[in-house]
Nanobody, 115 residues
């Protein structure tokens, strides 16, 4: 079974940056299958960024141009670089992988953007 552990959250001011990391471990998996989601109490969980089948990055419209997803195969870590943060980016961020037959989620890391 795959396990996911997020880190790197915190509190930043508007316009600031953060880098989240998702460490994957366990049974066979591909880092290309790891994606980032976020959820705040007012909205359902939503996709932030993931990888397409060809390995290219896919982003939600709200973060396009500000966030970047990347992966380090040597350490089995998927990163989410977040720039130009806004108050509406405040949420708990989760990484996810579908490890058939289960959806696997990390415990999440809180990102708070203060104005």
């Amino acid at each position: 079974q795959v396990q996911l552990v997020e880190s790197g959250g915190g509190t930043v001011q508007v316009g600031g940056s953060l880098r989240l990391a998702c460490k994957a471990s366990g049974s066979e998996f591909s880092l290309n299958d790891v994606g980032w989601y976020r959820q705040n109490p007012l909205k359902p969980r939503e996709l932030v960024a993931n990888f397409r089948a060809d390995g290219s990055a896919n982003y939600a419209a709200a973060v396009q141009g500000r966030f970047a997803i990347s992966r380090d195969r040597a350490t089995n870590v998927v990163f989410l670089n977040m720039n130009s943060l806004r108050p509406d980016d405040t949420a708990k961020y989760y990484c996810h992988i579908f490890d058939p037959p289960k959806h696997v989620w990390g415990q999440g890391t809180q990102v708070t953007v203060s104005s």
